[in-house]
């Protein structure tokens, strides 16, 4: 009776292997986990409809209005074209299509950056040597601040050196590839819709 009792209190532990082996496949591991155990504060919050009707998006004419010297034409009417068709169907301002005969051009101008969510400025040697696209750019820093818009800076065929000093606060998009800068910004109007869309809603709660 003696030895077995002395055998019960010896006996000898699991191993740290053996005891990491047992927590591994406990039902509280890695392998159980599903976004319902996260806490509330970091669930993934839901993509927004940006064309669900009452949403956000619809409380200007424009999702994109578009900045860009006269020799740019043809690659802006491009991206116009390439925004228009994605399954969102942005809607752009361009000027020399969208723009009212008999308006006056300052006047366009603001109000195309007041009525559009986001301004993409094209930056070209051309945009830089042209005295009007530089009135615009300093016009949709000054307006879309105000108009709770988003200014998207876009270098194509420009050194980092010559990024205008006014830009200097904004990340920009590096037009390399016509694919590829043409993606990277749908990709930015499109984040920023939603993110205009969720704060809308989340602010109506």
């Not at 002395?6 to 053996?18: D, M, T, V």
């Not at 879309?144 to 606060?169: C, F, Q, S």
Request: hydrophobic share 35%.
């Amino acid at each position: 009776m003696a030895g077995w009792f002395r055998r019960l209190l010896h006996k000898p532990k699991p191993s740290s292997a053996e005891s990491t082996r047992s927590s591994s496949s406990s039902p509280s591991s890695s392998s159980s986990w599903s976004p319902a155990s996260l806490p509330r504060s970091i669930r993934p919050s839901p993509v927004p409809d940006i064309s669900a009707a009452g949403s956000a998006r619809w409380a200007k004419s424009y999702d994109v209005c578009i900045c860009h010297s006269a020799g740019d034409l043809e690659l802006v009417s491009e991206l116009v074209s390439y925004l228009e068709g994605q399954p969102e169907s942005f809607r752009c301002f361009l000027q020399p299509r969208d723009a009212a005969p008999g308006s006056a051009v300052v006047t366009e101008l603001c109000d195309a950056v007041q009525n559009s969510h986001t301004w993409v400025m094209l930056i070209t040697p051309g945009f830089l040597g042209d005295p009007w696209c530089r009135y615009q750019m300093h016009q949709a820093l000054v307006e879309a601040p105000a108009a709770d818009g988003r200014a998207i800076p876009v270098l194509k065929d420009v050194d980092r050196r010559d990024y205008p000093k006014e830009l200097r606060n904004l990340y920009y998009i590096y037009m390399a590839l016509k694919e590829s800068g043409f993606q990277r910004i749908r990709d930015t109007v499109l984040r920023y819709l939603q993110e205009l869309c969720r704060s809308s809603v989340s602010g109506t709660e």
